[in-house]
Structures are given as C-alpha cells and as structure tokens.
C-alpha cells in the first residue's frame, strides 16, 4: 500500500517540533502530499525552468526571499506565478522571513497551505525529508510477533497456536524487547530497509493463551519494549504437521529468504517439538546472521574441514 497523508496531518505533527504557524491557505489543509521529496525551488523562482513538482512540499529560505526582496512589483509577480504554476501541496517560509503580501495572496488564491517557521531551512528540510520518508513508506502488515533480539530485529511467524506469544514472552524474561504482537506494521523506508512498529490500538500489550492479555511495560519496565525496529531475520516455527523428516536440511546448505514489499529478508526454518528450548535456538539464530553478515559461515566451515580431512586420507 502507498501511504498519502493530508497537509493538516504534517502541520498536525510538525507544529511544535518547526514551530510553524499556518499563515495562509487554510482551506487547502486536506491536500494530499505524494512524494516524500522536499524542495528549494531556487531556479523555478527565477523563471529559467520549472523544476516545481505538485504535491509537494517547497521551502523557501534566504536564499529565495532574499532574491523575491530585489524585484520590482512585475517581477515579484511573475516569479510567484511560476511558483505556484502546479499545484503545490505546500509552501513553508523559513528562517523567519517576512512574507511578501503577494505570496500570501498567491497562497490564498489556490488555496495552498503556506506556513513560517523560525528554523534555518537546512535543518527544517532534514526534519520534513525524515518524516515524509517515513510518513509516506510503501506500507504493509504481517501476522506475528516482532521482537529485538541481540540487537537485531526479529519476527517471529507461523501457523495459528504453534507458541510464538509464549516464545516472545520467554524472550522477554531473557532480557530481549517486544515491539509488536499479533500485527506488525511493515514500512519501506529504504530501497533494502524495513522498518516495523506496532499499531497503536496494540502497542506495550502481549496476548499469551491462559494469561490473556499482558502489559509488558508495566510487567517488565521500559526497557523490555521498543517502538520501531528494522526487519532483519524471519523465524518460522514449524508445527508438528508440517514438519517432513525429507524436507529438514541439516546443514542449512540454502539460505531461505521471504520477499516483502520487494525487500528479500533473511527467513530460517525451526521445527516446534517437546523439549526443545524454542528461546535458545532464535538467540543462537540471530548470533549465526550476525556472523553470516561478517562472511564466517559455519556450515561452510564444516564442509571445507570434511573436504581437507578427504584429500588428506587419499
């Protein structure tokens, strides 16, 4: 799923962190902001290209007012008009800068959000750029329970009653961190990244058959959660029926992957069964990915010394 967000939800949530104030173009608050790009339209001002892209965010900073300052009344005009010459989603003025009545006017025309903000423009765009990157992620949900174990974010899947809560919940007692439990929020903040959060309806809570429903934050504290984490290694726990003595590799020659929102993540296989201590096997998982992602491979280890014993006996 393409996540949108309206304008009024980015003023919403950037309102005191920029301290903006919405000057103009109130009307425009449920324009919808499509692309995570936020701008400096310094050459759309001058009027050699249009480089102004819509729905988008544009900052104008010293640079820009600066040069708006020089021109005569035409030229101001002219210049405004190839700013607002697509439709803009919004228009941010920082380094507190005065706002020419013209802009204002622009803005109210084509009922286009214009906010001020006393932040430099430099560091104003790297807070807009970070949330609308996240904000606007290719988005999707799983069934199943997102922990940080070792460090290294988790999700442990499976069918229906096979013991992943209680497997989380033992995790937990280890030392490691729930982020998600039943439904994991999956977004593509990057190419290769992504990142998981718990829904807000879920987040702290940790459903175990016989206990019900568990506060983990109140029960362990705060450092037994978090409330993001990227996605890193897939654990399937294979129930019983599924279980196939030709299907189990020992040695785990092949690396499984799942692929999710085009991102191939690293997926490993263990069989549920009595007696079998389910929290020491996902810990040593993630140690064996981490030295995986150094280059040291243990079953490649084991081959290479059988190999060498083989030729040395011939």
Request: charged share 15%; with cysteine; net charge negative.
């Amino acid at each position: 799923m393409i996540n949108t967000i309206s304008v009024q939800k980015m003023f919403t949530d950037l309102e005191q962190t920029l301290a903006l104030s919405w000057v103009a173009g109130e009307t425009g608050g449920d324009k919808q902001l499509t692309g995570d790009t936020v701008q400096k339209p310094s050459l759309a001002l001058i009027g050699h290209l249009n480089f102004v892209h819509p729905n988008r965010v544009q900052v104008l900073g010293c640079a820009e007012m600066d040069y708006l300052q020089q021109l005569g009344d035409d030229g101001l005009t002219q210049a405004i008009a190839n700013l607002f010459a697509t439709e803009l989603a919004a228009v941010i003025v920082a380094n507190g800068e005065q706002v020419p009545a013209a802009l204002l006017s622009a803005a109210q025309r084509t009922h286009t959000p214009l906010f001020t903000s006393p932040q430099a423009s430099p560091e104003l765009m790297t807070v807009l750029s970070h949330y609308l990157t996240h904000a606007l992620a290719e988005s999707t949900n799983m069934h199943g329970v997102m922990l940080e174990v070792n460090g290294l974010g988790v999700m442990l899947t499976g069918s229906a009653a096979v013991g992943k809560s209680e497997l989380a919940l033992e995790l937990i007692t280890r030392g490691h961190r729930l982020i998600a439990d039943d439904v994991v929020d999956l977004y593509k903040v990057a190419p290769d990244t992504l990142e998981t959060q718990c829904p807000a309806m879920l987040q702290d809570f940790l459903e175990v058959r016989g206990l019900g429903v568990l506060n983990i934050r109140t029960l362990f504290g705060e450092p037994a959660v978090k409330l993001k984490k990227n996605l890193k290694l897939i654990v399937y726990l294979q129930s019983a029926a599924e279980q196939s003595p030709d299907k189990t590799q020992r040695l785990d020659m092949q690396a499984s992957t799942e692929t999710i929102l085009g991102v191939a993540i690293n997926k490993v296989y263990i069989p549920v069964a009595a007696g079998r201590n389910l929290a020491v096997l996902v810990e040593v998982a993630t140690r064996n990915y981490i030295l995986r992602a150094r280059g040291i491979n243990s079953a490649d280890d084991f081959i290479a010394r059988q190999q060498a014993m083989l030729q040395a006996n011939q």
